[in-house]
């Protein structure tokens, strides 16, 4: 299949454009679209054929379901069988922007999209060419992040076009995204709602709408958890993961970068390819040629954006080991370890 690439400047949205994608949509075909958080690949959420052929392109097991991305609220009515006066309250507050709520799916949302389960992720994504794409397209589109599984979820077109150029029908080129982390995923059905993934929009912030909140212990782990019921089915599968063995060292900031030079120079001398992903504060501490910067500990939205990104460099530049710095995971801390324990396979060093 030839993948038409179409670039959008979304500071000036030529429609005709958006229509020619939105027709896409309509006639149960692939578009992949930037969004806020990381680029999503997108099919009717309504047509079981639609979204059969996402997890067809991403390679994705069939029992990890898809978000559903909105534009106005009459689709959150028409998609859900129970709202909560708590799911208005967070989407008046943080919506558009990157929360996805968990509810009970009304019967139009087909299985396939659910997984079959009862309930269904929805969120209204804060970027001008998703918004325009929906409303256009006259429909609710599925769309989980566009990579192949497994792999680094995409910021720029440039990483989808690497993974499914060839078998999606259209990839819009919006950009860099703003984010680099996937939405925060909010179950609203358990007592009291639970984070099951953290993302961008933190547990302090859902907690001044509502004050009991619950951070599941999956998104926290530092192990692997084998005992994960089908809550949100996504959290058993190795996410993120670069092409290489990854490694992650955490603990006392002032003893991790001694801790990565120390192996980094072990793995070169057996004759291994090392990458370091370092904060800008310790990038100086590193005595090995290939060190990323992927941002600054004193600001961690800049490593939020540039992980995926530094992952999917180093990949590309066909390192064997890569060793990367830890950070506190508070904040949206906890979303970048999260990403970045599942990504090493839970290979976690502790220094203290
Ligand atoms: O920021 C994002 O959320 C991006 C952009 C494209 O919107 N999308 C994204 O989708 O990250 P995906 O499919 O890569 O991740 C969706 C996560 C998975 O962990 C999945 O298991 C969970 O949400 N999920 C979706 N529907 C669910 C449901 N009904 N019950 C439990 N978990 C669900
Ligand atoms: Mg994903």
């Known amino acids: 299949m030839e993948t038409i690439i179409l670039k959008i400047d979304p500071n000036n949205i030529d429609l005709n454009k958006i229509k020619l994608a939105a027709r896409i949509i309509k006639n149960g075909g692939l578009v992949a679209f930037p969004t806020e958080t990381v680029y999503g690949l997108g099919a009717n959420a309504l047509d079981e054929e639609a979204v059969q052929k996402i997890f067809k392109a991403k390679n994705r097991p069939i ?13 959150l009515y028409m998609l859900t069988e129970v709202i909560p006066d708590e799911a208005l309250k967070l989407a008046s507050k943080f919506w558009p922007g990157p929360l996805t709520l968990l509810l009970k799916k009304s019967e139009l949302v087909p299985d396939i999209t659910t997984a079959g389960l009862d309930t269904v ?12 794409l929906i409303k256009e397209s006259e429909v609710p589109i599925a769309a989980p992040s566009a990579n192949l599984s497994g792999k680094p ?28 982390v996937e939405s925060t995923v909010l179950d609203l059905t358990s007592e009291p ?3 099951l993934r953290p993302g961008p929009i933190t547990i302090e912030e859902i907690k001044t709408i509502i004050r009991n909140v619950e951070i599941h212990p999956i998104a926290r782990a530092e192990k692997p958890i084998e005992t994960i019921i089908a809550k949100s089915p996504g959290m058993k599968y190795r996410h993120y993961a670069p092409s290489a063995e990854l490694i992650v060292i955490e603990g006392d900031p002032l003893k991790v970068p001694l801790k990565i030079q120390n192996i980094a120079e072990e793995q070169i001398k057996a004759g291994k390819k090392v990458g370091i992903i370092a904060t800008e504060e310790n990038a100086n501490s590193y005595k090995i040629n ?16 540039n992980l995926f990104k530094t992952l999917r460099e180093l990949d590309s530049e066909n390192v064997d080991i890569i060793i990367a710095e830890g950070i506190e995971p508070t904040g949206i801390g ?15 060093i502790y220094v203290s």
């Not at 990890?64 to 609220?73: G, L, Q, S």
């Not at 906890?334 to 976690?348: D, E, P, V």
Request: charged share 25%; aromatic share 2%.
């Open 63 to 75: 029992d990890n379901p898809v978000i559903v991305h909105i534009a106005n609220m009459d689709d």
């Open 121 to 132: 992720a929805i969120r209204m994504p804060n970027h001008p060419i998703a918004l325009e």
């Open 153 to 180: 979820s995409p910021t720029t077109a440039e990483h989808v076009i690497r993974d499914l150029n060839g078998k999606i029908d259209m990839i819009i080129d919006g950009g860099e995204v703003t984010f680099g």
């Open 193 to 195: 709602p639970c984070i």
């Open 290 to 305: 290939n060190v990323k910067i992927v941002g600054k500990r004193s600001e961690p939205r800049t490593i939020a954006k």
């Open 334 to 348: 906890l979303a970048i370890m999260n990403r970045l324990r599942k990504a090493s396979g839970y290979h976690i």
